[in-house]
């Protein structure tokens, strides 16, 4: 939504105002997206046009004024043409008006007004003075303010009509500035004043990144949150990230893995017992949506809950009230629950191995956490972040990675997530012993092994990347037939996103451009060239 206070402020916009106004004669007005006018009702409202100013002295006035207006967007909604010129309220008083275009939607309008056509009569400025005073203006007011108004010519018209235009761009072009800065404000606020983190996430990555930016909108809301993603992915300091960040912070967060009881026990932690209700429940008990009551519950591996199980969970969702193993009578709770598994919940419901309704209950909000072979440009961040938690919990000073061990370690898949990375690191930092640097031979075997794959895996894929090269002839030709080779094969892997290829190839986009096409890579290029 444009701000139109701080648009009615800007320098530029005052300027034209005023040259429009001491040109012409004319008021700039402004209306938002659903054709409300801005500022006009204010009683210190500095009007250019007398006539202007009687029409809005009177009762009416402003009632005539949205008239006009609400005409204008009606025929912003049945033509495309961006600007137009109508006819008052007043007849033979004209006005003038141009859209605001934001990202191809209208955003409101800009208005000037009023003009006569230099078409227009004495018989015909009669005509809106008599107009004016059936509306219960003082003759001589009337013939005073008409005699003022600027009969306009073809050219009179075109340049006025192109300052207007002026003011309509700046209006969207600082818009899109305000909603730039917005975006970029809401981007660092998402970080908690830490470049990489979240609460006690961390990661830089694109992914890590949308994660933020989600789970800073949904903290403070109510809504049942589903949380999936691989082992290791660090769902549980997501769902403390929400609880930390929301309303009910300053209540319990209570966490419960559902896959490390069995049904009936998973029963009694949750919802409680009564005494006597079963061999060994010598008192009452209760569970953790009574502990956790006002606050949030983490239910980790919900996927692996029986059937019986999910039905009791369905109910609590939704209707707030449980049965205590053995009890007669229901109770009631407020807990914000979050769930996470690691396990395909549409498939297991095309088994029939989880409820659908349970499933739409719990996935209100989606947050998918990405694993760490996705998100490979956090692996130093984290490595950093590891080492220093553990030299410090250690006593040690600072140790640090040599180049060849961050490679190996970027070239591990890490199929334990962040978990099996943190493991290693806290390894590592035990073996280094007095060592200030920690050196590939102190990696795992596994680590070192899949290292050694990838550089298999690259020098063979290399490989067969050269089979289309020619070896024979000029070294000159040759290098050229591997970039047209490689920079067909990238534009392919890369959608025909230029940006993205020229970073991977190292070179400007500028660059990449011209060779694509110096070698008529183009695609768009061989389509025109297809259909001529």
Same mark, same amino acid.
């Given at each position: 939504?444009?701000?139109?206070?701080?648009?009615?402020?800007?320098? $530029?916009?005052?300027?034209?105002?005023?040259?429009?106004?001491?040109?012409?004669?004319?008021?700039?007005?402004?209306?938002?997206?659903?054709?409300?006018?801005?500022?006009?009702?204010?009683?210190?409202?500095?009007?250019?046009?007398?006539?202007?100013?009687?029409?809005?002295?009177?009762?009416?006035?402003?009632?005539?004024?949205?008239?006009? $207006?609400?005409?204008?967007?009606?025929?912003?909604?049945?033509?495309?043409?961006?600007?137009?010129?109508?006819?008052?309220?007043?007849?033979?008083?004209?006005?003038?008006?141009?859209?605001?275009?934001?990202?191809?939607?209208?955003?409101?309008?800009?208005?000037?007004?009023?003009?006569?056509?230099?078409?227009?009569?004495?018989?015909?400025?009669?005509?809106?003075?008599?107009?004016?005073?059936?509306?219960?203006?003082?003759?001589?007011?009337?013939?005073?303010?008409?005699?003022?108004?600027?009969?306009?010519?073809?050219?009179?018209?075109?340049?006025?009509?192109?300052?207007?235009?002026?003011?309509?761009?700046?209006?969207?072009?600082?818009?899109?500035?305000?909603?730039?800065?917005?975006?970029?404000?809401?981007?660092?606020?998402?970080?908690?004043?830490?470049?990489?983190?979240?609460?006690?996430?961390?990661?830089?990555?694109?992914?890590?990144?949308?994660?933020?930016?989600?789970?800073?909108?949904?903290?403070?809301?109510?809504?049942?949150?589903?949380?999936?993603?691989?082992?290791?992915?660090?769902?549980?300091?997501?769902?403390?990230?929400?609880?930390?960040?929301?309303?009910?912070?300053?209540? $319990?967060?209570?966490?419960?893995?559902?896959?490390?009881?069995?049904?009936?026990?998973?029963?009694?932690?949750?919802?409680?017992?009564?005494?006597?209700?079963?061999?060994?429940?010598?008192?009452?008990?209760?569970?953790?949506?009574?502990?956790?009551?006002?606050?949030?519950?983490?239910?980790?591996?919900?996927?692996?809950?029986?059937?019986?199980?999910?039905?009791?969970?369905?109910?609590?969702?939704?209707?707030?009230?449980?049965?205590?193993?053995?009890?007669?009578?229901?109770?009631?709770?407020?807990?914000?629950?979050?769930?996470?598994?690691?396990?395909?919940?549409?498939?297991?419901?095309?088994?029939?191995?989880?409820?659908?309704?349970?499933?739409?209950?719990?996935?209100?909000?989606?947050?998918?956490?990405?694993?760490?072979?996705?998100?490979?440009?956090?692996?130093?961040?984290?490595?950093?972040?590891?080492?220093?938690?553990?030299?410090?919990?250690?006593?040690?000073?600072?140790?640090?990675?040599?180049?060849?061990?961050?490679?190996?370690?970027?070239?591990?898949?890490?199929?334990?997530?962040?978990?099996?990375?943190?493991?290693?690191?806290?390894?590592?930092?035990?073996?280094?012993?007095?060592?200030?640097?920690?050196?590939?031979?102190?990696?795992?075997?596994?680590?070192?092994?899949?290292?050694?794959?990838?550089?298999?895996?690259?020098?063979?894929?290399?490989?067969?990347?050269?089979?289309?090269?020619?070896?024979?002839?000029?070294?000159?030709?040759?290098?050229?037939?591997?970039?047209?080779?490689?920079?067909?094969?990238?534009?392919?892997?890369?959608?025909?996103?230029?940006?993205?290829?020229?970073?991977?190839?190292?070179?400007?986009?500028?660059?990449?451009?011209?060779?694509?096409?110096?070698?008529?890579?183009?695609?768009?290029?061989?389509?025109?060239?297809?259909?001529?």
């Amino acid at each position: 939504m444009i701000d139109w206070k701080s648009i009615k402020e800007l320098h $530029v916009n005052k300027k034209l105002e005023q040259i429009i106004g001491g040109w012409y004669g004319l008021d700039i007005f402004y209306a938002d997206e659903q054709g409300r006018v801005q500022f006009i009702n204010q009683t210190d409202y500095p009007y250019k046009s007398p006539f202007f100013k009687l029409q809005m002295s009177q009762g009416y006035g402003h009632d005539w004024l949205e008239s006009d $207006v609400e005409k204008v967007f009606e025929t912003f909604a049945s033509h495309d043409q961006n600007w137009v010129q109508f006819e008052s309220f007043f007849p033979q008083a004209f006005g003038f008006a141009q859209k605001v275009i934001v990202d191809g939607d209208v955003q409101g309008a800009i208005f000037a007004y009023p003009y006569f056509r230099d078409t227009c009569t004495s018989e015909d400025a009669a005509k809106v003075v008599a107009k004016m005073c059936e509306c219960g203006v003082p003759e001589v007011d009337a013939k005073a303010a008409v005699a003022k108004m600027k009969k306009f010519s073809d050219k009179d018209f075109d340049n006025m009509k192109e300052l207007v235009g002026l003011v309509a761009e700046e209006v969207a072009s600082f818009h899109g500035e305000i909603s730039k800065r917005e975006a970029r404000i809401m981007d660092l606020n998402s970080e908690l004043g830490n470049k990489y983190r979240y609460h006690n996430l961390i990661g830089k990555s694109k992914k890590m990144q949308q994660v933020y930016h989600l789970l800073s909108k949904v903290s403070n809301s109510e809504s049942t949150i589903l949380i999936q993603g691989e082992n290791g992915t660090g769902k549980e300091m997501v769902a403390k990230a929400i609880h930390y960040n929301s309303t009910r912070k300053d209540a $319990v967060f209570m966490a419960v893995n559902c896959s490390a009881f069995n049904d009936n026990l998973l029963d009694s932690e949750l919802f409680g017992h009564v005494k006597g209700s079963f061999t060994g429940a010598v008192k009452d008990k209760k569970g953790v949506f009574e502990v956790a009551n006002g606050g949030t519950l983490f239910l980790d591996e919900i996927g692996d809950t029986s059937p019986s199980m999910q039905v009791k969970l369905l109910r609590i969702l939704q209707e707030g009230t449980y049965m205590q193993v053995g009890a007669t009578t229901p109770k009631k709770v407020n807990v914000r629950v979050i769930a996470a598994t690691n396990k395909p919940l549409k498939e297991m419901i095309a088994k029939g191995e989880f409820r659908e309704d349970l499933y739409y209950r719990i996935n209100v909000i989606n947050v998918a956490l990405p694993s760490l072979k996705e998100r490979q440009e956090d692996i130093p961040i984290l490595m950093d972040f590891f080492i220093q938690k553990r030299c410090e919990e250690a006593g040690l000073p600072l140790k640090t990675f040599s180049k060849k061990c961050l490679e190996k370690m970027l070239d591990h898949t890490w199929p334990g997530n962040v978990r099996e990375l943190q493991n290693e690191v806290e390894r590592l930092v035990v073996l280094a012993g007095e060592d200030k640097t920690i050196t590939p031979d102190m990696l795992s075997s596994r680590i070192l092994e899949s290292g050694e794959s990838a550089g298999h895996s690259h020098s063979s894929s290399g490989g067969s990347f050269l089979k289309g090269v020619k070896t024979d002839g000029s070294l000159k030709d040759a290098l050229e037939e591997l970039e047209i080779l490689m920079i067909r094969e990238g534009l392919k892997r890369c959608a025909f996103n230029k940006s993205k290829l020229a970073k991977e190839l190292g070179i400007s986009r500028a660059g990449l451009i011209m060779k694509v096409e110096k070698y008529g890579l183009d695609k768009r290029a061989q389509k025109r060239a297809v259909g001529e």
